[in-house]
Every structure is written in structure tokens, then in C-alpha cells.
């Protein structure tokens, strides 16, 4: 693994740089804290920052350029993603640039890639992920809601859970079963469904962090159109598993991290402890500044594969587990350097940095659900990485 950029992605990333401090508004900031547990932005500023970037061509860093992304090789989107996340600018529409429109590309029909691409990298259209269900999140595969066909439509019946950003989602990423009786695999099909459909119920669920950002979505007798199946029917599963050449490093995350520590560090030095538990807290949070290099360094590892044409497998698994870990453990830490004000809660005269500290503790315990638990990533680290057997 080599740390210094080539000469190629050194010249990219000073014409990033420059970009970042000529075109990002001095007080608009993509919210560190919301990394921790998955939120979904919901500045209506982002759209006037997505409109620089769409003249840069930097909206999709991973799209081919034939649909209107950057076609950025995997270490241009790793530099990219690094000084976009160094810079705290916002990162609009994610989800559906992400994972909505990489799998349209692969998988659609040219009428849906004309009917969905602009308005994903325009921002018009906002996108959600309809995959887990009560009983189905870490075994996706069990998920129970059923896509019967009728005449020109699929008939819609049954529940998500936990779907992020789905109160202000035009369009679902909606994965339902069309075969009950084939393995649970194979007999899933996978819908680009118009939130406006009647039959559509969204029930907000307020997170631990009281704020708003996923939902249970219901679907009674919902009418999908045929031309709205994406890919082969029942072959869902494997259209879900989709992404393009993307980079998988987390970079994002471990730089948000690491700032994170430093507004922490920052907090202590303004508030200085005079107590016994003064110096532990220095030694704690020398601890949090290290973990989160160690974060960055992992990531630079699952870059670097990619780049040479490796696919990251429990390497990304690791990398995961440990920035997320490492972001509870800096909540943590940030509720005991404020000591008891640490605890109280925004909207309190009394809580500290503005109720920061309680609500970064309080959305972090996302961080290792969201994505595939601890136990998951655990699991494929101990097959894939150390060659265990199965329990
Ligand atoms: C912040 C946040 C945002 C989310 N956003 C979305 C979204 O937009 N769309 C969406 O579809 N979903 C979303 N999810 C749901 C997420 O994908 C699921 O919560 C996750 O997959 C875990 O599934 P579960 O909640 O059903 O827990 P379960 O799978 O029921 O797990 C319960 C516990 O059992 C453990 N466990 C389960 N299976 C195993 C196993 N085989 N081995 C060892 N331990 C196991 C788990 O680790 C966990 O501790 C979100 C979740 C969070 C926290």
C-alpha cells in the first residue's frame, strides 16, 4: 500500500481542493454527527451546492460519463471522497447516486434509464430503500411481501421497516417476493415504486436521537406497472447486489470521525476539566485520535485493492466494523468530557456544546445495525477473512 498519491491523483486532488475553497458556502456543512447513525440530510440548501458540482460533471463520481456521471477511476473517487468529506460539504441525494441509479444503469431498460437518471442527478427525485421488514433484516432473504401479478401491474401487499428518508422520498428501491414457492433467494423481484401510488402508507419512527429519519412503509393493494420491474423477474436478489466500480473504502466515515475527535479535543481545551478525571480524559482521547487514523488507514487499504483490482471482502467488513465501534466509542467519550452537562439534551439551558454530546451518543448506536450488524460483519471476517467453519 502506497500513501502518497500518484502524480495524476496529487494534480486531482489540489483542482478538488481549490474547487471546495472557491465553491462551498462558508456556512453550509454536511452534518458530521448524522454519519454516525445513517441520517438523511435534509438541508434544502444542498440543492444550490448540487448545482456546482453538476457544472463540475462531479454529481455521480462513479457514473459512467455516457449517463452523466465523472467516470472517476476508483482512487480519484476515494481522493474525491476524502476532500469532499475533509471540507464537510454535503453529499446530497446519496442514497439514489449511490445505489438507486448505479443499479438502473446496469440493470434497466433505456425508457427507465430516461425516466430516472436526470432526475436523480439533478435532485429532484429523492430515493428510498424498501428492503428490510420485521422479520427479514439480517436474513433479507425472508422478507415476506408479495408482488402478485394483475393484468398490466404487480399487486402490492405487506411492510418495510426502518426505510430511511422515506417520508420525503419520491421513489422506493422495492425488493418483494413473486414466487412464494421457489428458494427464498430466487423468488424475489426487485420494483422502482412511485411513492405516490395509492395504497402507500408512511408511519414515521422517530430514532433514539429523536429525529425523524426512517419510517414503516405499507403497502395495501398497491398497483406497480409492469414497465417498473427492474431486471429479470424474480432474479431481484442478484439486481440488488449491484454496484458499480465503486469505491468501498469508507473514507468518508473515518475522516467525519476524526473530526469529530478534533471538535471533542476542541470542546475539552474551551472547557478545561480542573478535576482528578482530567488527565484519564486526555488519555482517552488521545485514544479516539489514534482509533481514528487507524479508521483512515483501513480505509486506504480497501482503496488500494480496489485500485489494483481486488475485490475488498472482509477487508471492507473490517473496515466497517471498526469505524463504526470507534464511533460509539467517541460518543462516549464526548458525553464524559462534558461530564454531567454531557447528558442533557438539546433544547436544555444546561446541556453541553448546544445538547452535541447527548445526541451524538444517543445516534451512534445505529452506526452498527445500519449497513449489517457487528455480528454479521463478525461472522464474514471469521469465514471469509480467517477461514473458520460455519457455526
Ligand atoms: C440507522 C439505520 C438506518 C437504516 N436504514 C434502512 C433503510 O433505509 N432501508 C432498509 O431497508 N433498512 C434500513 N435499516 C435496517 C437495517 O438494514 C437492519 O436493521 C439490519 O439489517 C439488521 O436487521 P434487523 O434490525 O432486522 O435485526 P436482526 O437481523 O433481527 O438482528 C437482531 C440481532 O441478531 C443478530 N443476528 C441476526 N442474524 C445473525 C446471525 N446470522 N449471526 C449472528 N447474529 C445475528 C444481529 O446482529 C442483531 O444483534 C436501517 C437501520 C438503521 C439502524
Not at 454527527?33 to 463540475?56: H, I, S
Amino acid at each position: 500500500m502506497d500513501f502518497r498519491d500518484s502524480a495524476e491523483d496529487a494534480a486531482f486532488r489540489a483542482e478538488v481542493r481549490e474547487f471546495l475553497a472557491k465553491e462551498l458556502p462558508a456556512d453550509l456543512h454536511a452534518d458530521d454527527d448524522t454519519v454516525l447513525g445513517v441520517g438523511v440530510g435534509e438541508n434544502p440548501r444542498d440543492r444550490e451546492w448540487l448545482q456546482k458540482l453538476a457544472k463540475r460533471g462531479w454529481v455521480a463520481p462513479a457514473w459512467p460519463k455516457g449517463y452523466g456521471g465523472a467516470g472517476m477511476t476508483v482512487m480519484q473517487q476515494f481522493v474525491f471522497n476524502e476532500e469532499m468529506a475533509r471540507a464537510r460539504a454535503p453529499r446530497p441525494n446519496f442514497l439514489a447516486i449511490g445505489l438507486a441509479g448505479p443499479t438502473i444503469i446496469v440493470h434497466g431498460t433505456e425508457e427507465q434509464k430516461r425516466e430516472h437518471l436526470s432526475g436523480i442527478l439533478s435532485g429532484e427525485t429523492f430515493w428510498c430503500q424498501g428492503f428490510s421488514e420485521p422479520g427479514a433484516g439480517s436474513d433479507l432473504a425472508a422478507l415476506q411481501t408479495r408482488a402478485v401479478v394483475d393484468g398490466d401491474d404487480y399487486v402490492i401487499n405487506g411492510q418495510k421497516i426502518w426505510t430511511s428518508g422515506a417520508h420525503r422520498a419520491q421513489r422506493m428501491m422495492l425488493l418483494a417476493r413473486t414466487d412464494a414457492d421457489a428458494p427464498k433467494h430466487k423468488g424475489v423481484s426487485y420494483f422502482l415504486l412511485d411513492m405516490k401510488s395509492p395504497g402507500v402508507t408512511i408511519r414515521p419512527l422517530t430514532n433514539m436521537a429523536d429525529t425523524p429519519s426512517f419510517n414503516e412503509v405499507f403497502f395495501d393493494n398497491v398497483r406497480v406497472p409492469r414497465k417498473d420491474l427492474l431486471g429479470d423477474l424474480n432474479r431481484g436478489w442478484y439486481v440488488a447486489t449491484t454496484t458499480l466500480d465503486f469505491e468501498r473504502s469508507g473514507i468518508i466515515q473515518g475522516v467525519s470521525l476524526q473530526r469529530l475527535v478534533q471538535d471533542i479535543a476542541a470542546y475539552a481545551k474551551a472547557h478545561g476539566r480542573r478535576d482528578r478525571a482530567e488527565h484519564s480524559l486526555r488519555m482517552e482521547l488521545a485514544d479516539r485520535a489514534i482509533e481514528a487514523e487507524v479508521s483512515i488507514v483501513l480505509s486506504y487499504r480497501v482503496a488500494t485493492m480496489q485500485a489494483k483490482g481486488l475485490v475488498p471482502n472482509q477487508e471492507a467488513s473490517i473496515t466497517k466494523l471498526y469505524a463504526s465501534e470507534l464511533a460509539q466509542r467517541i460518543a462516549r467519550t464526548a458525553v464524559k468530557v462534558a461530564g454531567l452537562y454531557g447528558q442533557l439534551s438539546k433544547g436544555s439551558a444546561c446541556a453541553a456544546d448546544g445538547g452535541r454530546m447527548d445526541g451524538l451518543y444517543r445516534i451512534s448506536v445505529g452506526s452498527t445495525i445500519a449497513g449489517g450488524t457487528s455480528d454479521i460483519q463478525r461472522t464474514v471476517i471469521a469465514q471469509r477473512g480467517l477461514g473458520l467453519p460455519r457455526g
